[in-house]
C-alpha cells in the first residue's frame, strides 16, 4: 500500500522559513512527478508546486521566489522549502503523487504564519 508521509508544519512569524517533508517509502519508481497542494481555511484545495521526474519545476504565481519544491530520489522524498512565509500561506498543505493513473495524498501538515 502506498503511503505518504508528510512533516515539517509549523507555526511561523512573517517572514519566516519552513521547510516541509513528504516521504514514500514503498514507492520504488523514480520517475513520477511530486506535487503540493494547499488548502487554507474556506477555500478549495489549490496548486502550490511540481517537479517532474526530470527535475523540472513549476510554482503557482502567490509563491513564485519564495517557495522551492525539490525532491531526493534515493529517499523518495520530496520537500517544499518556503522563505519569507505571509499569513496567506497558513493553509494544511498536501504532498501529492500519481502512479498507474491513480493519485495518492499525505495526511496534509498544517502551516501557520501569524505575529
Known amino acids: 500500500q502506498v503511503q505518504l508521509v508528510e512533516s515539517g508544519g509549523d507555526f511561523v512569524q512573517p517572514g519566516g522559513s519552513l521547510r516541509l517533508s513528504c516521504t514514500a517509502p514503498?514507492?520504488?519508481?523514480?520517475?513520477?512527478?511530486w506535487r503540493w497542494y494547499r488548502r487554507a481555511p474556506g477555500q478549495q484545495r489549490g496548486l502550490v508546486a511540481a517537479i517532474a521526474g526530470g527535475g523540472t519545476t513549476v510554482y503557482a504565481d502567490p509563491v513564485k521566489g519564495r517557495f522551492t519544491i525539490s525532491r531526493d530520489n534515493a529517499k523518495n522524498t520530496v520537500y517544499l522549502q518556503m522563505s519569507s512565509l505571509k499569513p496567506e500561506d497558513t493553509a494544511v498543505y498536501y504532498c501529492?503523487?500519481?502512479?498507474?493513473?491513480?493519485?495518492?495524498w499525505g495526511q496534509g501538515t498544517q502551516v501557520t504564519v501569524s505575529s
Open positions: 501529492n503523487t500519481k502512479l498507474n493513473g491513480r493519485p495518492y
Open positions: 514503498s514507492i520504488t519508481d523514480t520517475t513520477h512527478a
